[in-house]
């Protein structure tokens, strides 16, 4: 899915949720009124979600104008003005919520992933997300995270092969996975195999293996599975590092030498952004 099919789908299913069959509170203002808003940050933080923002009111009043004074990526600050909204006050009303939803949720993941991003700035690796998404959203945050400075994992279960556990179990052994992956897999696409132990590392690259994630390995035995690796099978093997990564550690696990680190939390470990739509007085336009 395009991301613009992505931002009118998510959108429009947002907006049936919240409005339903129609917003009651709205009809207590005339139809007629046109009003102007601005919507003001309460935190430091990295924009995102701009493109989902407007959607929400150009779907229910396509004549509404929104002029912003920061864009997607930019550092914001406390109470910067982000953008100002003008149109008519009904449709502003009913899609204030669900604009100001898709800011503070996308902004969350762009500004940790940026916290991460700099966090190992001077390494040679970098932060990579995962499928631990909120349901229905996964472009959308998969978007914010590159806001944020990270890099897409796979979208799907469709555009790429990661061999895990229960798959290397079902398959008989991490041989006959990557045999069967290597003869399945799209052009374009990836394998990538999860390992566990050294054991597991050298039967991977011994079959074969160009990209290996290690799992729960701790500092040490990273360092020792990028040497053993670089050993096996030279630079051309990419090994990324997952599980338990904080902040606190971020950058120690970068130093070993690994090539990416892939964090759930940055998609569902998240602190909304607190941003505030006010209408300026009864200002008719």
Aim: charged content about 20%.
């Amino acid at each position: 899915m395009s991301l613009a099919n992505a931002i009118s789908s998510n959108v429009k299913l947002a907006l049936a949720e919240d409005v339903g069959a129609g917003d009651l509170t709205a009809l207590l203002v005339p139809c007629e009124k046109k009003l102007k808003a601005t919507v003001v940050s309460r935190e430091d933080t990295i924009l995102c979600g701009t493109q989902w923002f407007e959607t929400c009111f150009l779907q229910l009043a396509p004549d509404t104008r929104i002029h912003w004074f920061a864009e997607d990526g930019d550092v914001v600050y406390a109470e910067q003005k982000i953008c100002e909204v003008s149109g008519h006050a009904r449709p502003l009303l009913t899609a204030e919520r669900t604009a100001l939803n898709f800011l503070q949720t996308l902004s969350a993941v762009a500004a940790l992933t940026r916290r991460y991003v700099d966090a190992i700035s001077g390494t040679k690796a970098v932060i990579v997300d995962t499928r631990k998404t909120l349901p229905g959203l996964r472009i959308a945050q998969k978007y914010a995270v590159k806001c944020g400075g990270g890099i897409n994992h796979r979208y799907g279960l469709y555009d790429g092969i990661l061999i895990k556990e229960n798959h290397i179990i079902a398959a008989g052994g991490i041989k006959q996975a990557l045999m069967c992956a290597q003869k399945i897999v799209p052009s374009g696409s990836f394998i990538q195999i999860e390992v566990e132990t050294f054991d597991e590392l050298r039967a991977a690259l011994a079959a074969g293996a160009e990209m290996v994630l290690l799992d729960n390995f701790s500092l040490d035995n990273m360092r020792e599975a990028v040497v053993l690796t670089r050993q096996l099978a030279g630079k051309n093997v990419v090994l990324e590092a997952s599980g338990n990564i904080t902040l606190n550690n971020v950058c120690a696990v970068a130093d070993t030498g690994i090539d990416r680190i892939s964090i759930g939390s940055l998609t569902k470990d998240i602190k909304a952004v607190d941003y505030s739509m006010r209408f300026l007085g009864s200002s008719v336009l």
